[in-house]
């Protein structure tokens, strides 16, 4: 390659490279402390972004043992997020994606990069970030907060529902931040 056609196909980088920096849509990190909890069947979370017509746009964790297969067991472990996500119509490639050993207990942080399952930048506008946690048996709770892409850095505290948990089971998620960075 001469020295003109250097120049050119760096500038031509340097003008890619701008172009993916100018699209990106910021960072969403979703942060909150985790208390392993004892007995079979706790232990179970998945944190996935929707848009606002409540279609999944990515899952970003979901804890190994219900992905792989465990959901099929054990149909209470975190049932929003599988009927959500259609977990049940994705391949093993697509699941490997996002799921991992169950944690260990501490302040946890994850980040949602502002794209899709296929990696593209999300348009600008309001998501929602949902954290939902199997406690026992039947019990659970799922965090939600919605998420502004675009615009200026803010912090949200997600608002929690529980469903048939008792007050000694609250323990195992909890609060959720949600913070925007652009």
Not at 104 to 128: C, E, H, I, M, N
Request: proline share 5%; net charge positive.
């Amino acid at each position: 390659m001469n020295k003109s056609h250097s120049f050119f196909f760096v500038f031509f980088l340097l003008l890619c490279l701008n172009s993916l920096v100018a699209q990106s849509p910021g960072i969403v990190e979703i942060r909150f402390s985790y208390s392993r909890q004892p007995g079979s069947g706790s232990n179970q979370f998945a944190i996935w972004i929707e848009d606002a017509q409540s279609r999944v746009i990515k899952t970003i964790y979901a804890t190994q043992f219900t992905a792989q297969g465990g959901w099929e067991r054990r149909p209470q472990s975190i049932p929003q997020w599988v009927k959500q996500s259609g977990l049940a119509r994705m391949n093993q490639a697509q699941i490997d994606a996002f799921t991992a050993a169950t944690p260990r207990a501490g302040s946890l942080r994850y980040q949602w990069d502002g794209t899709d399952q296929k990696g593209a930048p999300v348009p600008q506008g309001t998501y929602q970030v949902y954290v939902e946690a199997s406690l026992r048996g039947e019990n659970r709770v799922v965090y939600q907060a919605p998420v502004e892409i675009g615009g200026g850095s803010r912090e949200i505290q997600a608002t929690a529902r529980y469903f048939g948990t008792s007050e000694a089971e609250r323990n195992m998620i909890g609060p959720v931040t949600v913070q925007y960075k652009p």
